[in-house]
């Protein structure tokens, strides 16, 4: 019997024979990734040295003490991280973007080597073939590892399904080992989870965190995680090693979802491991953390701090960059802990650390959350003194810090001043002073930095649109009102929230036909639709004109959408009804529309993650999209309508780019079928539910159009399930290919097949989108005709 390793040996052993003589043992220096090593049989010179060798193990029953790390940060390793202070603008050449440096995945990785040489328990041991005292037992085992890497999936299983009544745990273990020595990882993780199906299959500790390793190292991080999960859920702890390349793994990984994953594998590290990761592993965590998209949440901010409190109390050294990050979280959120970014202030000035920029700035954002203009005038006055020129974002913020304290003319001097020294306005910085007199009412002066706004060329201008329309509505001027929004409707991509101010107007100056017409005009426009606040506006002004078949059309469709009607009209409805000899009925039990079954079957396929609590009896919908694609922005707005009787209650209007459903039982045939045991899975009768909606909800969510007009759907799951659903689109006469590139397949259906798929998903497509998902194919027939 010998001990593998994933590491190197060059160091001679030696021991004392039975005789007193002392036998020495060298083993050169070699690796077992090495493909020149002979994978069937480890030769040793003599049978005491092999004896020797069954008996060497390594202690692993200890924690490890560990040396302070070395600099992580070195100038080879070092990289940059960009970070804009208002996520998701694009500013001007002229802005200003945040730097801050904590050293790249590289360092992590590197340190991996210094984390595999301290082992906590025996490694893995297998059996030479040899050794083996049957000779057809060798002679086959010899054979499958020669077969087993040159076979798929399918087949391989069924090979070793055909050797069931000789295979022993130790065979498949060391089919397993010989996969990794010649780095066939992939195979050694089928063979292994064969194995576990197998009822004579007993757990090994050893077997099960080399295999972790490998698989990690390769950034096979669902694989890793699947032999992970295997450790935990046998009561075991992995080894340091384990966790470490787990979280590398996920962070060099720009998936969604892996970031999120990488932060909890790093707490159970701390928290059930015990251990203490390396400087470059909490480097590379929070260099992540304020590189997310998207403004950091509360979330990310309790994160960072339990990276710097394990930075801290286990005595390694807090960078400067480290500080900085940390105060430009604290100053992005809603409500700012001033005395928190004065303590990281003081400890970065203890250590030794200048304020940069960058910290500055952030300073200036906390304070004009605050409103107070003495801080925000003294900061303004340290970045002044710093002569590295002023960002964009910071005279924003300055406006801000005037307009909370209603002085709208110096909010209006710095704005010029920002022209002036900038040569222009941002984006951020027109919206932000058309906001501060908006508010003011001051009509004028709204107009004209409207109007200027719009001949810069500028785009997002919806936001300043909306702010005015606002304004009109509240100072009761209501053609200046609908003349604004028509105009922004030339200009602008449709937005729910001016449609509902505009529908207020038309119902309080009594103009319900053109109300009655926009409402409809917004319920079949899939990228606008209705809410509650639009429904409820359309029948508070049918009950005031007596109009009481339309108010009753309206209260079935609220009632269909499960919208809350308000309790003053509902005390008019109820009369209404009464007189029909109706009774008003609430929904009592919510049941998932055939309709959004199909939608969700869709966006499943397309990515969509389900989250069960731990008996299984309750799972909730995360819906999540990207800011970056013009077609997830448009399809976020009909999801968000689509479930809205299933999403918790909010009072804001602004949809976020990731939301959740609440936690209900009906999503349970959706988790056992598409994320059974925590992992996205493609379900065996998948080929009952392809309908054309559920297609054109994939295509919509996670498909492209490439630049050549193809089709091309993403896909996530096992080898069966792709095929699944391949021979499912070609008994709808569709061919298609398949690529795989990492955990995701791609399906591409090309030439007269995108035709033929866009034929049948075009109904459900929504409208704004079909130019952005048009096959070339089609399009060319199109202008054709």
Not at 213 to 218: N, S
Not at 325 to 349: A, F, K, P, T
Not at 424 to 429: E, L, Q, Y
Not at 618 to 624: D, G, L, Q, R, T
């Amino acid at each position: 019997m010998i001990a593998t390793r994933a590491c190197d040996f060059s160091s001679p052993l030696s021991s004392a024979s039975p005789s007193g003589a002392f036998v020495t043992v060298t083993i050169p220096n070699f690796n077992f990734f090495s493909p020149s090593l002979n994978p069937n049989i480890i030769r040793h010179r003599s049978s005491s040295s092999r004896r020797l060798l069954r008996r060497l193990s390594f202690s692993r029953n200890e924690t490890q003490s560990f040396p302070l790390p070395f600099a992580a940060n070195s100038a080879s390793h070092r990289s940059r991280t960009f970070v804009e202070h208002v996520a998701g603008t694009k500013e001007s050449p002229h802005q200003t973007i945040e730097v801050y440096d904590f050293g790249d995945l590289e360092s992590a990785r590197n340190d991996l080597r210094n984390v595999a040489t301290r082992r906590v328990e025996t490694d893995v041991e297998v059996r030479e073939i040899e050794d083996l005292p049957e000779e057809w037992r060798r002679s086959k085992l010899a054979w499958l590892c020669k077969e087993v890497p040159s076979h798929k999936a399918v087949t391989l299983v069924r090979l070793l399904n055909a050797q069931k009544k000789w295979v022993r745990q130790e065979d498949a273990t060391y089919i397993c080992v010989h996969c990794t020595r010649i780095r066939e990882n992939e195979t050694g993780f089928r063979v292994y989870r064969w194995m576990t199906q197998q009822n004579w299959y007993r757990f090994d500790f050893g077997l099960a965190t080399k295999l972790a390793d490998f698989l990690g190292k390769e950034r096979k991080f669902t694989k890793c995680r699947e032999v992970f999960d295997d450790i935990m859920n046998q009561g075991r702890v992995p080894s340091e090693s384990t966790f470490h390349i787990l979280v590398v793994a996920y962070l060099s990984s720009s998936e969604e979802g892996c970031f999120e994953e990488a932060c909890s594998v790093y707490n159970r590290m701390i928290q059930l491991g015990g251990y203490r990761p390396r400087l470059s592993l909490h480097n590379s965590l929070f260099r992540a953390l304020v590189s997310k998209q998207g403004g950091p949440s509360s979330d990310d901010v309790r994160q960072a701090e339990f990276i710097f409190h394990n930075v801290v109390t286990t005595g390694l050294e807090v960078q400067k960059d480290i500080y900085s990050g940390l105060i430009w979280l604290h100053s992005c959120q809603d409500e700012v802990d001033i005395e928190r970014i004065n303590y990281l202030r003081e400890e970065m000035r203890k250590a030794g650390f200048e304020e940069s920029k960058e910290v500055v700035v952030s300073l200036l954002r906390a304070y004009a959350k605050e409103g107070g203009v003495e801080e925000v005038e003294r900061t303004w006055l340290e970045l002044l003194g710093l002569d590295c020129g002023i960002p964009s974002q910071a005279f924003v913020y300055k406006i801000e810090a005037y307009a909370k304290v209603s002085d709208f003319a110096r909010a209006l001097g710095i704005f010029r001043e920002m022209e002036k020294q900038l040569g222009g306005a941002t984006v951020s910085g027109y919206h932000k002073i058309i906001e501060v007199v908006c508010k003011v009412h001051q009509v004028e002066l709204a107009e004209s930095l409207l109007e200027e706004f719009v001949e810069t060329g500028k785009k997002q201008l919806l936001p300043s649109y909306i702010e005015i329309v606002k304004m009109y509505f509240d100072l009761g001027s209501h053609e200046k009102l609908e003349k604004a929004f028509v105009e922004c409707l030339e200009k602008c991509q449709p937005n729910q929230t001016i449609y509902n101010i505009y529908l207020d107007s038309l119902v309080n100056t009594g103009n319900l036909e053109r109300a009655g017409d926009v409402f409809d005009e917004m319920k079949n426009n899939g990228t606008i639709n209705v809410n509650a606040r639009s429904c409820n506006t359309v029948l508070k002004g049918y009950l005031d004109s007596g109009n009481h078949v339309k108010a009753k059309k309206i209260y079935e469709l609220m009632s269909l959408k499960k919208y809350e009607v308000e309790s003053p009209l509902m005390e008019k409805l109820d009369y209404i009804l009464s007189l029909v000899r109706k009774e008003v009925k609430k929904p009592l039990s919510m049941k998932l529309s055939k309709e959004q079954r199909e939608v969700l079957v869709g966006l499943l396929l397309g990515g969509l993650r389900v989250e069960s609590d731990r008996e299984r009896k309750s799972h909730k919908i995360m819906f999540e999209f990207r800011e970056k694609s013009q077609a997830h922005l448009i399809l976020r707005q009909h999801i968000h309508d689509q479930f809205r009787e299933w999403l918790p209650h909010s009072e804001e209007e602004d949809i976020p780019l990731e939301f959740s459903s609440i936690s209900h039982s009906c999503f349970g045939f959706y988790a056992d079928n598409f994320w059974p045991n925590g992992r996205p899975e493609i379900p065996k009768l998948i080929h009952r539910w392809l309908s054309p909606e559920s297609l054109a909800y994939w295509y919509m969510y996670s498909g492209y159009r490439t630049s050549s007009g193809d089709v091309i759907l993403r896909l996530k799951g096992s080898v069966e399930g792709v095929e699944k659903v391949v021979k499912a689109l070609r008994a709808k006469s569709m061919e298609c290919r398949v690529k795989k590139k990492g955990n995701v397949f791609w399906i591409g259906l090309q030439g007269t097949n995108s035709v033929l798929f866009w034929k049948l998903i075009e109904p459900h497509v929504l409208e704004d989108m079909k130019d952005y998902l048009r096959p070339a194919y089609e399009a060319i027939d199109t202008d054709g005709d």
